[in-house]
């Protein structure tokens, strides 16, 4: 908790890092068995107001470590697949981003003149979520790329848990399709990416 952005940033990517760690660690335990990776699927609520959005978020903390989210609009959850361990890294620090963002939105001042709310709100957590994205990216990558330099067994544990992951959303909904989330205020923009 800090209201320092460049703290914030830090604390984050130290998150993504040790979440990274503990899944190479996990990684290199399971190896030497060569089972096929265990796909599971993990629920989470995904309310309103800025549904769309916060999905977004889910989906970024989602891909950042080797899963897959798939949102049912109309129940108002996200599925997300993956290996369990990483299903634990990624609602953990989906819960805690979220709450992150929440509360530097509702600090935000609104520009006088400005749009609605809700699109400075929407264009703000978009913004977020792509931002987040690759935060958590680069910093699991940094930490995967010096785990492969000390032991090549760790590539094709990952490989195996990303493409379960991704080939898992296909069966169990199978009529899947892409939406696009809209983000049309610059200011929520800009303040949501910074």
Request: hydrophobic share 45%; aromatic share 8%; proline share 4%.
């Amino acid at each position: 908790s800090t209201s320092f952005h460049a703290e914030a940033e830090a604390f984050t990517a130290k998150a993504q890092e040790l979440m990274s760690r503990h899944a190479i660690d996990q990684a290199h335990l399971d190896a030497p068995q060569g089972d096929r990776p265990a796909v599971g699927g993990r629920r989470i609520g995904i309310d309103d107001p800025y549904a769309g959005a916060r999905f977004l978020l889910l989906a970024a903390v989602a891909d950042a470590n080797r899963c897959r989210a798939v949102w049912t609009k109309f129940w108002g959850f996200a599925t997300v697949f993956g290996d369990e361990g990483d299903l634990d890294a990624v609602e953990l620090l989906f819960t805690s981003l979220l709450v992150q963002a929440t509360r530097a939105m509702v600090a935000q001042p609104r520009p006088r003149g400005s749009g609605s709310t809700r699109s400075f709100r929407q264009s703000f957590l978009v913004a977020f979520a792509r931002r987040i994205g690759v935060r958590l990216h680069e910093a699991a990558e940094a930490v995967t790329a010096e785990a492969a330099q000390h032991s090549t067994a760790l590539v094709p544990v990952f490989a195996a848990r990303r493409e379960a992951a991704d080939a898992a959303p296909d069966a169990a909904f199978p009529a899947t399709r892409s939406t696009r989330m809209s983000a049309d205020d610059a200011e929520g923009w800009h303040a949501g990416t910074q």
